[in-house]
């Protein structure tokens, strides 16, 4: 115990740090000075608390560190509540009608915005979207955030005709007479994502706040902001390290002390930070619980997009390889300055073919200066055996995302055969040793992490009759716990976070069912709600 008297007593099944042998638990923490001084036996804990420190009683309810959501776009999905939303529409005559209903709200001239559409829904053409939309400017992404559908008249502001070449890393699709038909693929976005209004500064406030409130709802203390394809649109002082870090760090005020947040930047604002000697994990100038994050790179695209890259072309849509966005030397260039600058990196690599050639740089790159927090591959939804070895080997972090595997279920079967055994293959990667650490990418699917740690053990969400999907691959609830608490922190290389022993910051949620439903993890778990989420020891939600 410590000697530091705490003065508030949380009492109840708390786990204090989820291993994957089984979670730690005592009945009874002390917290003072926003960290956690004593844990134990209720009696010894309250022996050590001071005469009037506060008690705070849970009963039976269980205690857990607050979960990090490793790889989510706050700023994207702040703003997707204002646009419309297609991710559950049938068919494209459906989405029609949602864009009908969504522009009889919008005045004037202003851009018509939305996310969500699949290849699946489209598949029957694109003339109700356009018909629609008439002459409006108008760009949608897709549900994987890898493509767009753009409108003749956003087309057209934007200077794409039949004449644009598809830039590097990209492809604009084309009709038999060469014409673009509106989708627009990865780097293909920027073409006229660059001219779009984005909603930002104070007007994105509200929506912020209101995420936050839903977050510490959910037993989120923790995030680590995913970052943006470019360095363009930034804005305000911190503008030249891109939209996202620009904007969040913008409204600081708004965030701070209301969520642990790592801030990415794109890896095109690399030497912006250096130069600014911003280093990973470093907190940000006068901030309590923001910090610097890693420098995010694309290796590839996506499964639903068809833009993945793979050793073997997929067994769905054009077969093909999917596009690989970098290069050898590109990417020997950009491990060179990240060990320079001691800004790790997280690259995104869906494919099997994007994930060797990220991890094929990782074993050319300089060694990572002591301290350094580790690089991160993003998704890692199929790799080979080999590569899943390799990984662990080379110490990067697998940020993975569960409910993709519970999304994406047929989407693999029809897309990936003969590699379904190596698709987001956990099991496999904790056996080779590597670290998990999990996030939701919302807004690519839902921000609440009991759905995701559902899926980390089902494979499947709580409403899919159909049964687990591949279970070999499948997490243990303890193991899904500590993706989602221990592992971030590990990620971060912080010793203070991520669990509940003395020395931690107090940074937990009281929830609203016990440590069996937890560790059962059956359909129950879907409902699960923290009712009181504190950071630092400070409540930041109460139900």
């Not at 053409?125 to 979207?129: A, M, V």
């Not at 009991?450 to 899926?455: I, S």
């Given at each position: ?5 705490a003065d508030l007593?949380v ?9 994957s042998?089984?979670?730690e ?12 001084v004593?844990a134990g036996?209720?009696?010894e804990?309250?022996?050590a608390a001071s005469a ?7 009963g039976?309810a269980?205690v ?13 999905l702040?703003r ?10 049938e068919d494209?005559?459906e989405v029609a009608?949602r ?7 919008l ?7 939305g996310?969500?559409?699949s290849e699946?829904q489209?598949a029957g ?5 356009r018909t629609a ?8 992404s897709?549900?994987d955030?890898h ?5 003749p ?5 934007a200077g794409?005709?039949a004449t644009?070449?598809d830039p590097e890393?990209?492809?604009?699709e084309?009709?038999g ?5 509106g989708?627009?693929r ?16 104070a007007?994105?406030?509200p929506q ?5 409130h839903e977050?510490a ?5 923790g995030?680590?902001?995913?970052g ?6 930034g804005t305000g ?5 891109g939209d996202?870090?620009s904007t969040l ?16 930047i794109?890896?095109d604002?690399l030497?912006?930070?250096a130069e600014?000697e911003?280093?990973?994990?470093d907190?940000?100038?006068a901030r ?9 790179e ?5 499964l639903g997009s068809?833009t ?11 077969a ?8 050898d030397d590109?990417?020997d260039t950009?491990f060179?300055?990240s060990r320079?600058?001691?800004?790790a990196l997280?690259i995104?690599a ?5 994930a ?5 740089a990782?074993e050319?790159?300089?060694?990572r ?7 991160r ?11 899943r070895?390799?990984?662990?080997r080379?110490?990067v972090?697998?940020?993975v995302?569960?409910?993709h595997?519970a999304?994406d279920?047929?989407?693999v ?18 056996s080779?040793g590597?670290?998990l ?9 839902s921000?609440?992490p ?6 980390a053990v089902?494979?499947?969400?709580p409403d899919?009759?159909?049964g687990?999907?591949?279970p070999?691959e ?6 899904a716990?500590a993706?989602?608490t ?9 010793a ?10 107090a ?7 016990g440590?069996d439903v ?5 359909e129950?778990?879907a409902?699960v709600r ?11 939600h109460?139900?």
């Open positions: 115990m410590s000697r530091t008297r007593v009492c109840g099944d708390v786990i204090v740090k989820a291993r042998d089984g979670p638990r005592v009945e009874a923490i002390g917290i003072a000075g926003g960290r956690v004593a036996h209720r009696a804990v309250f022996a009037g420190a506060r008690i705070v009683d849970a039976d269980a857990i560190p607050g979960l990090h959501d490793f790889h989510v776009h706050l700023v994207g702040a997707s509540r204002s646009g419309v939303l297609l991710d559950d529409a494209a005559h009608a864009l009908t209903a969504h522009l009889a709200g005045g004037g001239d202003a851009w018509l915005t996310r969500g559409w699946a489209l053409g694109l003339e109700p979207l939309v008439g002459d409006r400017a108008a760009v949608l897709s549900h955030g493509s767009a559908w753009a409108s008249a956003a087309l057209r502001v794409v005709t644009t070449p890393g990209g492809r604009i084309r009709d007479e060469g014409q673009p038909i989708i627009l990865e780097t293909a976005m920027d073409l006229v994502n660059r001219i779009v209004p984005r909603l930002g500064g007007a994105l406030e912020v706040d209101a995420l936050l977050l709802a959910f037993g989120i203390t995030a680590s902001e995913a943006d394809y470019t360095d363009e649109n002082p911190d503008a030249a390290l996202s870090f760090s913008g409204l600081g005020d708004t965030l701070d002390g209301r969520l642990r947040l790592t801030i990415g794109p890896v604002a030497a912006a930070a600014r911003m280093r990973t994990g907190p940000l100038s309590r619980t923001l910090r610097m994050g890693w420098a995010k694309y290796a590839d695209g996506a068809g993945a890259a793979l050793f073997e072309p997929a067994t769905c849509g054009d093909d390889v999917g596009l690989l966005r970098v290069g590109e990417l950009l060179a300055a320079r600058s001691r800004i997280a995104h869906i494919g099997d073919r994007a060797a050639v990220v991890l094929d990782v050319r790159a300089p060694a200066p002591s301290g350094m927090p580790a690089d591959i993003e998704h890692a939804q199929l790799m080979r055996p080999a590569d070895d390799r990984l662990a080379l110490g972090t697998a940020s995302q569960p409910i595997a999304a279920r047929d989407l079967e029809r897309c990936w055969g003969g590699r379904q055994t190596d698709a987001y293959a956990w099991g496999a990667l904790i080779a590597a670290l650490a999990a996030g939701s990418d919302a807004p690519v699917e921000i609440d009991w759905l995701g740690l559902f899926a089902h494979r499947r969400l899919d009759e159909r687990d999907w591949r070999d499948s997490l243990r609830m303890a193991e716990l993706a989602y221990i592992a971030p922190a590990r990620a971060l290389g912080v203070d976070e991520g669990h509940l022993r003395p020395g931690a910051r940074d937990l949620a009281i929830l609203d069912a440590v937890l560790m059962a993890c059956d129950r778990l409902a923290s009712v009181l989420t504190l950071i630092d020891g400070r409540v930041v109460e139900r």
